[in-house]
């Protein structure tokens, strides 16, 4: 698949087959990630690949809306060192992760991490130094089945020249 194509077509998967993800991959998938443009190149991100499930099933409990990372095989958990720019760059590496995901055929989603009450529960349950801050969780595996939320058109956002 070109890029563009994968750009286009990933989606948030909420639903996975219980088949395992190649370590491999899911090293690819983080590699993605400590590649997205960080500003002053500070690359403040630290990633916690989870696959353990009982790990997994805690994280699903904490997160109020990623019950789903109880059943995705691996939770890409993204740390950020606290800074200026720690959520733009956090939020890129999040990006690239979703896309490298798609591209290798995985589904993933998003699920929040930042501002959330629950962002301590889950730095202290992966043993995360307290000058991190918890940006995202990242579910990854194949997926069982992929929506298709309402998009906006281009013709809805795009404006040329003023607004
Ligand atoms: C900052 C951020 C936080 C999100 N948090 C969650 C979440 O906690 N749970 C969830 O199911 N999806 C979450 N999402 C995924 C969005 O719901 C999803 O991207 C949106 O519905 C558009 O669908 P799409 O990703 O398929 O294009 C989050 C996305 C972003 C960018």
Same mark, same amino acid.
């Given at each position: 698949?070109? #890029?563009?194509?994968?750009?286009? +077509?990933?989606?948030?998967?909420?639903?996975?087959?219980?088949?395992?993800? %190649?370590?491999?991959?899911?090293?690819? @998938?983080?590699? =993605?990630?400590?590649? #997205?443009?960080?500003?002053?190149?500070?690359?403040?991100?630290?990633?916690?690949?989870?696959?353990?499930?009982?790990?997994?099933?805690? @994280?699903?409990?904490?997160?109020?809306?990623?019950?789903?990372?109880?059943?995705? %095989?691996?939770? @890409?958990?993204?740390?950020?060192?606290?800074?200026?720019?720690?959520?733009?760059?956090?939020?890129?590496? +999040?990006?690239?992760? $979703?896309? #490298?995901?798609?591209?290798?055929?995985?589904?993933? =989603?998003?699920? #929040?991490?930042?501002?959330?009450?629950?962002? %301590?529960?889950?730095?202290?349950?992966?043993?995360?130094?307290?000058?991190?801050?918890?940006?995202?969780?990242?579910?990854?595996?194949?997926?069982?089945?992929? %929506?298709?939320?309402?998009?906006?058109? $281009?013709?809805?956002?795009?404006?040329?020249?003023?607004?």
């Amino acid at each position: 698949m070109d #890029a563009i194509e994968c750009l286009k +077509t990933r989606r948030s998967v909420r639903e996975y087959l219980d088949t395992p993800v %190649p370590k491999e991959i899911i090293e690819d @998938i983080v590699d =993605c990630g400590r590649l #997205a443009a960080s500003a002053i190149n500070i690359q403040p991100w630290v990633f916690i690949a989870v696959t353990d499930p009982a790990v997994r099933k805690k @994280i699903a409990d904490i997160c109020d809306h990623g019950k789903f990372i109880e059943q995705s %095989p691996v939770c @890409i958990v993204v740390f950020c060192l606290d800074g200026k720019y720690y959520l733009e760059d956090g939020s890129a590496a +999040t990006q690239n992760m $979703l896309n #490298a995901a798609r591209a290798h055929g995985l589904g993933s =989603c998003w699920v #929040a991490g930042d501002k959330k009450e629950y962002a %301590p529960k889950i730095a202290e349950l992966l043993g995360v130094p307290s000058d991190y801050k918890l940006v995202s969780h990242i579910a990854v595996g194949y997926p069982a089945q992929v %929506p298709s939320p309402a998009k906006k058109t $281009l013709s809805e956002v795009l404006r040329w020249e003023h607004f």
